[in-house]
């Protein structure tokens, strides 16, 4: 049986985690009980700033999900931001030599260790 998923009215990153923390599945991936990986992220969403909320999006999204490719509206979904922001960013980003996005919409992370200290992993 396929889950349908309707946004909540205050659907963003909050409503996201919301979503998350209300679903047993995504909650049996972290042993730590319901609700641990929604509230984690919800936490560093609060304390950290556009750019680094997109590199540890990109960080996140490659080590769980390598085999697609996300859109700037995603990743910006993703990073409780605008896809705007995301687009000057990465070209940023790319600039520093973190990424590479010359394959259309393909991100390769050239120093995951470098993007890993602009998003303040702990």
């Given at each position: 049986?396929?889950?349908?998923?309707?946004?909540?009215?205050?659907?963003g990153p909050?409503?996201?985690?919301?979503?998350?923390?209300?679903?047993?599945?995504?909650?049996?991936?972290?042993?730590?009980?319901?609700?641990?990986?929604?509230?984690?992220?919800?936490?560093d969403q609060?304390?950290?700033?556009?750019?680094?909320?997109?590199?540890?999006?990109?960080?996140?999204?490659?080590?769980?999900?390598?085999?697609?490719?996300?859109?700037?509206?995603?990743?910006?979904?993703?990073?409780?931001?605008?896809?705007?922001?995301?687009?000057?960013?990465?070209?940023?980003?790319?600039?520093?030599?973190?990424?590479?996005?010359?394959?259309?919409?393909?991100?390769?992370?050239?120093?995951?260790?470098?993007?890993?200290?602009?998003?303040?992993?702990?």
């Open positions: 049986m396929v889950s349908s998923f309707s946004p909540p009215k205050d659907f909050k409503g996201f985690l919301k979503e998350i923390c209300r679903r047993k599945s995504y909650d049996s991936m972290n042993p730590e009980g319901p609700g641990a990986l929604a509230k984690e992220k919800w936490m609060m304390d950290k700033g556009a750019s680094e909320r997109i590199a540890e999006a990109l960080l996140f999204l490659q080590d769980h999900f390598s085999h697609q490719n996300w859109t700037r509206r995603e990743i910006a979904q993703w990073a409780g931001t605008t896809p705007e922001t995301v687009i000057r960013t990465l070209s940023q980003f790319e600039k520093e030599g973190l990424i590479d996005q010359t394959d259309g919409r393909s991100i390769r992370i050239l120093s995951k260790e470098k993007l890993r200290e602009r998003a303040d992993v702990r």
